[in-house]
């Protein structure tokens, strides 16, 4: 069950982690979706959107997604996260992040996150990661 909203969990983050990157689409039972504005900052050579780019956005869409199922919770944390680079993503595109909770435990969630530049349809990256919550008892 969704807990909360796309705009509560963007005022919740205004709070604890303003410097995250991306803008919340859209959030539903154990799905997020954000897209991010590509910039200058954001590129490697050769007009690309850069690797740490991609696999920060897709870290906090992931933690998007978690938040809409269990609330606000700062101390969610990554402790896994793997990234297979598909192709080159555009640099003068949006990119957008699709996650997916595949697990979610009292402990534990474990997702995954495809990544586009916007209007294409094949990924340009396929991302895993765990989250570790913390114990509420």
Same mark, same amino acid.
């Given at each position: 069950?969704?807990?909360?909203?796309?705009?509560?969990?963007?005022?919740?983050?205004? +709070? $604890?982690?303003?410097?995250?990157?991306?803008?919340?689409?859209?959030?539903?039972?154990?799905?997020?979706?954000?897209?991010?504005?590509?910039?200058?900052?954001?590129?490697?050579?050769?007009?690309?959107?850069?690797?740490?780019?991609?696999?920060?956005?897709?870290?906090?869409?992931?933690?998007?997604?978690?938040?809409?199922?269990?609330?606000?919770?700062?101390?969610?944390?990554?402790?896994?996260?793997?990234?297979?680079?598909?192709? =080159?993503? =555009?640099? +003068?595109? +949006?990119?957008?992040?699709?996650? =997916?909770?595949?697990?979610?435990?009292? =402990?534990?969630?474990?997702?995954?996150?495809?990544?586009?530049?916007?209007?294409?349809?094949?990924? $340009?990256?396929?991302?895993?990661?765990?989250? $570790?919550?913390? +114990?509420?008892?």
């Amino acid at each position: 069950m969704t807990v909360m909203t796309a705009a509560a969990i963007e005022d919740f983050l205004d +709070d $604890v982690f303003p410097q995250r990157m991306g803008t919340i689409e859209a959030v539903s039972e154990m799905r997020a979706t954000m897209s991010l504005a590509i910039e200058d900052e954001h590129l490697r050579p050769g007009a690309s959107v850069s690797g740490p780019t991609m696999m920060g956005l897709s870290d906090v869409c992931l933690y998007v997604a978690i938040l809409a199922q269990i609330g606000p919770e700062p101390m969610a944390v990554t402790s896994n996260l793997n990234c297979h680079f598909l192709r =080159r993503a =555009r640099g +003068d595109r +949006d990119l957008i992040a699709n996650a =997916r909770l595949i697990k979610l435990g009292r =402990r534990l969630a474990v997702g995954e996150v495809e990544l586009f530049s916007d209007g294409d349809e094949a990924p $340009v990256a396929h991302v895993t990661a765990t989250y $570790v919550l913390p +114990d509420n008892d």
